[in-house]
């Protein structure tokens, strides 16, 4: 009995490291996706020098345009193969001198199959030094008077607030009006083709806003959504959004299509990628196709207002 015990005790060590992995969990298992790993993985990086990873997905699937912005990395770019689609390549831009993790990209296919990247332990180092025996050439050491750097950091301050109230003028040079949706004088599919009308003779893409022209569309469009099915789209992320419209029986567009349009805007506005006039034109077709297809079904209230008198029947008369 006693050297049974003495072998128990030897043994219980390796029944713990047995039931370690059973504890835990991949968070690829929990969301039920896929997983692939990035092709020629670089251990070490130098800070704020991008660099390009590469992944083959192994179907057709869209990115979903989360965690382009992370904690210790950014993702400049996300492009695929023109021979090989599967083939996608991303640039990255370290933003942190530590061992840091690049977070999963999720993509999801027509059939709604959840694909993400491998999260990846990637060390950040220090860009090294290409000058060698520096000396020191500086001289000594004098203290500036207080009140001049005073004077000195108020004019700076008042230059950059006129600088700033400036740029927030410029860019507002198209203001979109809600209160059309307000007072119903006209459908809520005319009003939202008039402001993208208005956008595209907008000089915006000629001065290379391209963010600020993303913007818009976004902003149109989610403001027809919030009119035209009575909620708060504005005030939603892109996820929280579709799951919306997927409970809306009188919506009706393509979600696949509808999801490549987000992933463009997100590229633009957030992964600094400019567009090409193709592309612009792709997204604006896109946009004019999905509130023409939820346009009201009843039009017949405005053709009360235009048979009121005073109403533009009654001046045609």
């Known amino acids: 009995m006693k050297y049974l015990l003495i072998l128990l005790f030897i043994l219980s060590p390796l029944f713990l490291l047995g039931q370690e992995p059973s504890e835990k969990t991949d968070d690829s298992v929990k969301n039920n ?27 057709a699937a869209t990115f979903d345009g989360e965690n382009l912005s992370q ?36 993509f999801t296919t027509a059939e709604g199959k959840k694909i993400e990247t491998e999260s990846l332990e990637i060390d950040i180092k220090e860009m090294p030094s290409k000058i060698k025996d520096l000396i020191d050439i500086r001289g000594p050491y004098r203290p500036l008077n207080i009140f001049l750097i005073i004077l000195i950091a108020c004019l700076l301050g008042a230059i950059s607030a ?28 005319e009003i939202a083709l008039s402001q993208l009308d208005i956008l595209v003779q907008s000089d915006l893409w000629e001065k290379n806003q391209y963010k600020l022209y993303y913007s818009e569309i976004s902003d149109i469009l989610r403001q027809f959504l919030s009119a ?20 809306i029986p009188d919506f009706k567009f393509d979600f696949n299509v509808l999801q490549k349009l987000q992933q463009s805007i997100i590229l633009v506005k957030f992964a ?19 509130i023409v297809e939820n346009k009201e079904k009843d039009l017949t209230r405005y053709q009360k207002k235009d048979n009121k008198p005073g109403g533009k029947n009654e001046k045609n008369k």
């Open 272 to 290: 600094r990628v400019i567009p090409t006039v193709e592309d612009r034109d792709n997204v604006l077709k896109t946009a004019k196709e999905m």
């Open 33 to 59: 996706a896929q997983v692939v790993e990035y092709q020629n993985k670089p251990e070490k990086v130098v800070f704020a020098e991008p660099f390009k990873l590469s992944f083959v997905l192994p179907e």
């Open 228 to 247: 035209r099915f009575n909620f708060g789209a504005q005030k939603m992320t892109a996820r929280e959004l579709f799951k919306k419209l997927k409970t």
């Open 162 to 189: 006129v600088i700033v109230r400036f740029i927030k003028r410029k860019k507002r040079q198209l203001p979109l009006n809600l209160s059309p949706y307000e007072k119903q004088e006209q459908p809520m599919h």
């Open 71 to 106: 904690k210790d990395f950014e993702i400049l770019s996300l492009t695929q193969n023109k021979q090989n689609p599967l083939l996608t390549e991303i640039t990255v831009l370290p933003l942190n001198l530590q061992v840091s993790t690049l977070t999963a990209l999720g």
